[in-house]
């Protein structure tokens, strides 16, 4: 099969299926494994799709944004491992910032004190936060309907009083060279400034969001300390040049 017939083949398989293995495409198009990750590369570097672990996917539309419902059927076991080790960054007496969002929203069971604060943007965080006993502030604002974050200038307001010793951040899109992206302004400022108000700052993202770009930025790569699943090789260490990543395993 000629390479543009495999690039066909592999653009089709991405538009009809969520993610396509390696092994997969190997089988449909007789090529070897080595063809078929180069072709991956390739591909990805015109921007047509994302390597992912063992596969690619097709790129998102910068304005896509699943709802909560949606969000927190994906990945869920990688979420968890996520959100297992950024809990277990937190100490007793820490003042810490848990950024709205499904990944974020895993922490909460593992968090190994309740003898913390906790300052939230994510209205869906409160209920659980408060069943552990901890001490809890929700910050003000309009509450945005799809993924039931507090955003707006209420909430820039609000936060301004607070100072963290930690923030643990959920994002869209995480990027070499565009660094970590969401699709709504709003919520990016809200992100933003969570990240200039505090000593540390972690960000929790699942293969799905690395090489994604979302329409709003709010900081580069290097604001934090990377947090994902399991990911290529060579992936991993274009990140690991610019930032301090770690890898949990599935």
Same mark, same amino acid.
């Given at each position: 099969?000629? *390479?543009?017939? =495999? +690039?066909?083949?592999?653009? &089709?398989?991405?538009?009809?299926?969520?993610?396509?293995?390696?092994?997969?495409?190997?089988?449909?198009?007789?090529?070897?494994?080595?063809?078929?990750?180069?072709?991956?590369?390739?591909?990805? !570097?015109?921007?047509?799709?994302?390597?992912?672990?063992?596969?690619?996917?097709?790129?998102?539309?910068?304005?896509?944004?699943?709802?909560?419902?949606?969000?927190?059927?994906?990945?869920?076991?990688?979420?968890?491992?996520?959100?297992?080790?950024?809990?277990?960054?937190?100490?007793?007496?820490?003042?810490?910032?848990?950024?709205?969002? /499904?990944?974020?929203?895993?922490?909460?069971?593992?968090?190994?004190?309740?003898?913390?604060?906790?300052? /939230?943007?994510?209205?869906?965080?409160?209920?659980?936060?408060?069943? =552990?006993?901890?001490?809890?502030?929700?910050?003000?604002?309009?509450?945005?309907?799809?993924?039931?974050?507090?955003?707006? =200038?209420?909430?820039?307001?609000?936060?301004?009083?607070?100072?963290? &010793?930690?923030? +643990?951040?959920?994002? !869209?899109?995480?990027?070499?060279?565009?660094?970590?992206? *969401?699709? &709504?302004?709003?919520?990016?400022?809200?992100?933003?400034?969570?990240?200039?108000?505090?000593?540390?700052?972690?960000?929790?993202?699942?293969?799905?969001?690395?090489?994604?770009?979302? +329409?709003?930025?709010?900081?580069?790569?290097?604001?934090?300390?990377?947090?994902?699943?399991?990911?290529?090789?060579?992936?991993?260490?274009?990140?690991?040049?610019?930032?301090?990543?770690?890898?949990?395993?599935?």
């Amino acid at each position: 099969m000629l *390479t543009d017939e =495999r +690039f066909a083949l592999i653009l &089709d398989c991405v538009k009809h299926q969520d993610i396509v293995k390696i092994q997969e495409l190997v089988e449909r198009t007789g090529a070897s494994e080595s063809t078929i990750r180069r072709d991956l590369t390739e591909l990805e !570097n015109k921007k047509f799709i994302k390597r992912v672990h063992g596969g690619a996917r097709l790129l998102k539309g910068k304005l896509q944004e699943a709802s909560v419902p949606e969000k927190s059927s994906k990945s869920l076991h990688e979420k968890k491992k996520i959100a297992q080790f950024a809990a277990s960054k937190v100490e007793k007496g820490d003042c810490i910032f848990i950024d709205a969002g /499904t990944t974020t929203q895993q922490m909460i069971g593992y968090l190994p004190h309740t003898e913390i604060v906790v300052v /939230t943007n994510g209205l869906m965080h409160v209920e659980e936060l408060l069943e =552990r006993g901890i001490k809890t502030y929700l910050i003000g604002g309009a509450v945005k309907p799809r993924t039931n974050a507090m955003v707006g =200038r209420g909430a820039l307001e609000s936060m301004k009083a607070y100072r963290f &010793d930690k923030a +643990f951040m959920g994002t !869209n899109g995480v990027h070499p060279e565009f660094g970590y992206t *969401t699709p &709504d302004p709003e919520e990016a400022q809200v992100k933003e400034l969570a990240i200039s108000l505090t000593r540390e700052v972690f960000m929790l993202a699942d293969d799905s969001k690395i090489g994604e770009i979302a +329409f709003a930025s709010f900081g580069k790569i290097q604001d934090a300390f990377l947090i994902v699943n399991e990911l290529e090789e060579e992936t991993v260490s274009v990140y690991q040049k610019l930032t301090t990543v770690k890898v949990v395993g599935s």
